[in-house]
């Protein structure tokens, strides 16, 4: 039973635009939000994260989207840089819980 | 500030054998996880310990267990392995319970032939 789900396994991205991931979950207990980035051979190192009573949430050239309604949230990285290559995972949490559930994960390939 | 370590890097073990991965919290760190990614999967929670005490486990048999030390360091045991253990295990550290910007390790890779 996947409870967190990214439908894209890859994303290539020119340079300087605007990367967009995406992430939907089923379970409607969740109530905090996160991305990770993992780069190869290292462990996830957390970007940014969203509480459900917000609906966007900045921190420089990361924008995390979430639309409760539709179960749905988004990674916005604008401008695109390269060492933004890299996997990118979406985590969902019941606020107090200590089990983190994961996606899949979205290759994000930016393109010089 | 050191980060989070973990040993060893690589393993290869049979299956029925016990295997025993270790790591070391960031410093200041209290509240340790250990999470089991498949290839192609998102890492899953296997367990959590909090000031020496277990505080949450995922959905893993009895033969995963762990340990964590007064020093804030980990263990995390696996009796019998199988052929399905084979993964990336992860270890991520926090200052506190419900503070979910872990900080990971770089993870164990282990191998069941």
């Known amino acids: 039973d996947q409870q967190v789900k990214q439908n894209s396994p890859s994303l290539s991205v020119q340079e300087g635009r605007i990367s967009i991931l995406n992430c939907d979950y089923t379970?409607?207990?969740?109530?905090?939000f996160l991305w990770y980035k993992k780069y190869p051979a290292e462990g996830p190192t957390f970007l940014i994260s969203?509480?459900?009573?917000?609906d966007k949430n900045e921190d420089g050239r990361f924008t995390v989207f979430l639309n409760k309604s539709a179960k749905h949230l988004s990674l916005h990285i604008v401008p695109s840089q390269p060492g933004d290559s890299a996997v990118y995972f979406c985590?969902?949490?019941?606020?107090?819980?200590?089990?983190?559930?994961f996606g899949t994960g979205t290759r994000l390939t930016i393109i010089p | 500030e050191t980060g989070v370590t973990q040993s060893p890097t690589h393993l290869i073990k049979t299956r029925g054998q016990q295997v025993t991965l270790r790591c070391s919290s960031q410093?200041?760190?209290?509240?340790v996880s250990w999470y089991q990614q498949a290839l192609g999967q998102g890492p899953q929670f296997i367990f959590q310990?909090?000031?020496?005490?277990?505080?949450g486990r995922g959905n893993f048999p009895p033969r995963f267990s762990g340990l964590q030390f007064p020093n804030y360091s980990s263990e995390l045991n696996v009796n019998a392995l199988e052929l399905d253990d084979s993964a990336l295990y992860l270890c991520?550290?926090?200052?506190?319970?419900?503070?979910?910007?872990?900080?990971f390790g770089s993870g164990t890779r282990l191998t069941v032939v």
């Open positions: 991520a550290s926090s200052p506190r319970v419900a503070n979910y910007g872990y900080t």
């Open positions: 379970n409607s207990m969740f109530d905090y």
């Open positions: 969203i509480s459900s009573i917000k």
């Open positions: 985590a969902a949490v019941n606020f107090g819980n200590e089990k983190l559930t």
């Open positions: 410093s200041g760190h209290n509240t």
């Open positions: 310990y909090y000031r020496e005490e277990e505080n």
